[in-house]
């Protein structure tokens, strides 16, 4: 199985500034992917984070908001741009790619936006 | 467009008694994947499903899978305290391993 971790855990930060969050998979993966989850909600996909490449982001999602960044094959980092409150959610790092199908997810950055 | 439905969303239950929870989707997928999540937590995998027909068992939990009817039950048997938690399943998008489509999750509470 793969262990992800994820900094920060939690943040508190103003309008208009951005964070950057950090996800390290202790092996190689194929994929990662980063996922939102507003209060008390579902799961929500923004993007595949591709290596060497630009992210696939989906309906919903762009890059000026969120850009993100896959430098190898255990690292990338999400940029929450220009934060309002609607930005406040749970923000997760996902990863997959063995062969048992398996798909783990990080602890969480939980993120607040006053 | 795949779309993840489950039921109940808030489920309140006795120690000792079994109840399943339901999982639909809308559109073929290769696999199902449920997930619990405590308060406050990340998710923490359970069941991996493949194939038409699969069943895995961990403990007090049971997972099925009917590609035919789109359709994954949860079964929970003799249901413990420790069991209350959200569970979520989840859906790959076809072709895309990865790219899970969740359900809004089904809140459990198990009461003595």
């Known amino acids: 199985s793969a262990v992800i971790s994820q900094k920060p855990s939690r943040d508190i930060c103003q309008r208009g500034t951005s964070l950057t969050i950090q996800c390290q998979v202790d092996?190689?993966?194929?994929?990662m992917f980063w996922y939102r989850q507003q209060p008390g909600q579902s799961l929500t996909l923004i993007a595949t984070?591709?290596?060497?490449?630009?992210?696939?982001?989906e309906s919903g999602f762009v890059i000026d908001k969120f850009p993100i960044s896959r430098p190898n094959l255990t690292f990338s980092t999400l940029t929450v741009s220009n934060m309002s409150p609607e930005d406040s959610s749970i923000y997760l790092c996902?990863?997959?790619?063995?062969?048992?199908?398996?798909?783990?997810f990080g602890p969480g950055t939980r993120l607040t936006v006053t | 467009e795949l779309k993840v439905e489950q039921n109940p969303l808030f489920l309140s239950m006795q120690e000792g008694k079994n109840y399943t929870i339901y999982c639909n989707y809308s559109?073929?997928?290769?696999?199902l994947y449920w997930y619990r999540q405590d308060p406050g937590k990340s998710l923490e995998s359970l069941f991996v499903?493949?194939?038409?027909?699969a069943v895995k068992q961990e403990g007090r939990l049971m997972a099925s899978l009917d590609t035919k009817a789109r359709l994954s039950t949860l079964h929970i048997t003799a249901a413990v305290h420790d069991l209350s938690a959200t569970y979520f399943c989840?859906?790959?998008?076809?072709?895309?391993?990865?790219?899970?489509?969740f359900g809004k999750g089904t809140k459990l509470s198990v009461k003595p």
């Open positions: 499903l493949l194939s038409n027909g």
């Open positions: 559109t073929t997928s290769d696999r």
């Open positions: 984070a591709n290596q060497g490449s630009e992210a696939t982001y």
């Open positions: 092996s190689q993966v194929t994929m």
């Open positions: 989840a859906v790959d998008r076809r072709g895309s391993q990865g790219n899970l489509i």
């Open positions: 996902s990863a997959a790619g063995g062969a048992n199908y398996e798909q783990y």
